[in-house]
């Protein structure tokens, strides 16, 4: 068996680490995507009616 450099190992763990990462950001976009097309595929909601201001009776002119 041959001993492996440094340069090799670190090769070596710079691949690991670029591939865990990679697969990481594939599940985070994975997931983020299907709450995007969960959301398109709800009906819009109905906006809330403005309530009125004031809400108090009026006072006759004079």
Do not use: C, N, W, Y
């Not at 492996?4 to 990481?24: F, M, Y």
């Not at 909601?45 to 004079?62: D, H, W």
């Amino acid at each position: 068996m041959t001993a492996e450099t440094k340069a090799d190992v670190t090769k070596k763990v710079s691949l690991e680490i670029s591939r865990t990462e990679a697969e990481q950001r594939r599940f985070k976009t994975e997931k983020l995507r299907a709450a995007r097309l969960a959301l398109q595929e709800e009906p819009p909601r109905a906006e809330p009616k403005a309530k009125r201001k004031g809400g108090g009776k009026t006072l006759p002119k004079a």
